[in-house]
C-alpha cells in the first residue's frame, strides 16, 4: 500500500506501533494489487488513474509500445471507445422558473402568407380589421408559453380587456404585435406601431367547469323586442345578408354562423379548427337580433372564460350524437362540419358557445367611410287602412308601438302635401 502527500511530491509510507497505516486527510491511498480481485491489471490501471487525480505525474507512456507516426490506416478510433458515464445523477440548477418578470413577444402577421391570409375574411366597413379575439389568443399563446405548457390544454380566464384602437391590417408587408404579460400580477399589454392597442388580465382558470355557468338554461324564444313577435329561423345567407347591410362584409372562416333565430338568443355555430374565427363568430352573434343597422366595434370584454379541454369533449359529443342522428340533413350542411350550440343571454350580456363563454361585451359606434353611392336599407312594406278592425298586433305594449310607428310614417308621408 502507497500513501501519496498531496501537499508534496513525496511518497510516504506510515505505520503507527502496532503496525497499522494512519493516513491524515490530504493523503491519497493507492493500491497496487488486490487479493481475491479479478482483473488486477484493471485495478493497477485504476489506482494509477487515482494518482494522476492525485496530483501525481507517472509517465504512461511506459505502459505502451512507442508509437510511429503517421499511424496505420486500419487503426480505430478512439472516439467510439469513450462515452458518458450516466449512471449517476447530479442535481442541475434550473432557472427556467421566472418570479415578477414580464414575458415579451413579437408577432408578425402577414396577409401574404398562407398561414395568415385568412384573415382577410375579416372585412368590415371595405376594410381588413385585426380581429379582437386575435388579441386575445395571442396573449393565451404566450401565456401558455410561459408555463411551458400548450396552450389547447391551458384553461384560461380574461378580465376587463379594453381595446383601444382597430388594427387596418395591409394586403401585403408585415404587421408587428409587441406582447408583454407580467407574471406577478397577470397583466398584460398589446402594443402596434408604439402604441397600446389592448390591456387586461390573464390567470389560469381554477375551476374551468364552474367558470363555463353549465346550469343555465336554454333562453327562451319568446323574449323578444320585435313589433310583430314573429319567430324565424335564419340560414347562413339570411345572417350574413342582414351583417352585410350593417358593413359587417365578412368572408372565409368567419362566416361560422350556420343556423339562427331572428331573436339571436339560439343557434349554431361552426367550428374550423380556429380558436380566432371561432370567438369572432361569437361576437357576430351576440349582435345579431338588434334593431339598429349602425356599425360597432368592441371596445371592452368584462369577462371571458376559454376551457379548450372541455371544448374539444363537447365536439367529441356532438360528432356521435350526429352519427347516431342521420333522420334529416340541411340543404346546406357539410359533411365535415363540426358545429355547436350558441346562447346568447341579452338580458345579463352574455354569449357562450363550446368551452368559451363572453360576458359584457362592450361595442361603441364606429364611423363608415364616405361614400359616393348610398348604402341599402333592410326594409319591408305592408298596407295598412286608416280604418282597420283587424288586430294586427296581440300584446297590449307592442300593439301601442305598431300604432305609433304607423302614424309617424303617415305624418312622413304627408309632410310635403301640407308644404
Not at 391570409?117 to 386575445?136: K, N, Q, V
Not at 341599402?376 to 294586427?392: S, T
Request: overall charge neutral; hydrophobic content about 35%; aromatic content about 10%.
Amino acid at each position: 500500500m502507497v500513501a501519496i502527500n498531496r501537499r508534496g511530491a513525496n511518497w510516504i509510507r506510515e505505520k503507527e506501533r502496532n503496525g497499522i497505516e494512519s493516513l491524515s486527510k490530504t493523503r491519497t491511498k493507492i493500491g497496487l494489487y488486490k487479493r481475491d480481485y479479478a482483473n488486477n491489471l484493471e485495478f493497477l490501471l485504476m489506482n494509477l488513474g487515482k494518482l494522476y487525480n492525485a496530483d501525481g505525474r507517472p509517465d504512461f507512456t511506459k505502459l505502451y509500445q512507442t508509437i510511429n507516426y503517421p499511424v496505420g490506416r486500419g487503426t480505430p478510433m478512439i472516439n467510439s471507445m469513450i462515452g458518458w458515464d450516466h449512471s449517476i445523477e447530479w442535481a442541475v440548477a434550473d432557472f427556467s422558473g421566472k418570479s415578477g418578470g414580464s414575458g415579451e413577444t413579437i408577432i408578425k402577421i402577414d396577409l401574404s402568407k398562407d398561414e395568415h391570409s385568412y384573415i382577410s375574411g375579416h372585412t368590415i366597413d371595405g376594410r381588413i380589421l385585426f380581429p379582437a379575439t386575435g388579441y386575445l389568443t395571442f396573449v393565451w399563446k404566450t401565456f401558455a408559453k410561459l408555463h411551458n405548457t400548450d396552450y389547447e390544454k391551458l384553461p384560461i380566464t380574461f378580465e376587463n380587456v379594453q381595446f383601444y384602437c382597430a388594427t387596418i391590417m395591409p394586403k401585403e408587408g408585415p404587421v408587428r404585435f409587441l406582447i408583454n404579460i407580467f407574471d406577478g400580477t397577470g397583466d398584460f399589454e398589446i402594443c402596434e406601431g408604439g402604441s397600446p392597442a389592448v390591456t387586461g388580465k390573464i390567470f389560469e382558470s381554477d375551476d374551468p367547469k364552474k367558470d363555463q355557468l353549465n346550469n343555465l338554461p336554454i333562453p327562451s324564444a319568446n323574449n323578444t323586442n320585435d313589433v310583430d313577435g314573429e319567430l324565424l329561423n335564419l340560414n347562413k345567407t339570411d345572417i350574413y345578408k342582414d351583417l352585410r347591410l350593417r358593413s359587417y362584409d365578412y368572408g372565409g372562416i368567419f362566416q361560422g354562423i350556420k343556423t339562427s333565430n331572428n331573436h339571436g338568443n339560439t343557434g349554431e355555430l361552426v367550428w374550423n379548427n380556429d380558436w380566432i374565427s371561432f370567438m369572432d363568430t361569437m361576437l357576430q352573434y351576440s349582435i345579431l337580433g338588434g334593431h339598429s343597422r349602425d356599425l360597432y366595434l368592441p371596445v371592452r370584454i368584462q369577462y371571458a372564460a376559454i376551457n379548450p379541454i372541455g371544448h374539444y369533449e363537447m365536439l367529441k359529443n356532438n360528432e356521435i350524437e350526429n352519427s347516431n342522428d342521420n333522420d334529416v340533413a340541411e340543404v346546406d350542411a357539410k359533411p365535415s362540419e363540426k358545429t355547436l350550440n350558441v346562447y346568447s343571454y341579452k338580458n345579463i350580456n352574455l354569449v357562450k358557445c363550446g368551452g368559451v363563454k363572453i360576458r359584457g361585451m362592450k361595442a361603441s359606434l364606429a364611423s363608415r367611410r364616405q361614400q359616393t353611392q348610398s348604402w341599402p336599407k333592410h326594409e319591408k312594406y305592408v298596407f295598412i287602412p286608416y280604418e282597420n278592425n283587424q288586430i294586427l298586433v296581440k300584446e297590449p305594449t307592442k300593439s301601442r308601438l305598431h300604432a305609433l310607428t304607423v302614424m309617424l310614417q303617415t305624418v312622413i308621408e304627408n309632410l310635403n302635401v301640407l308644404k
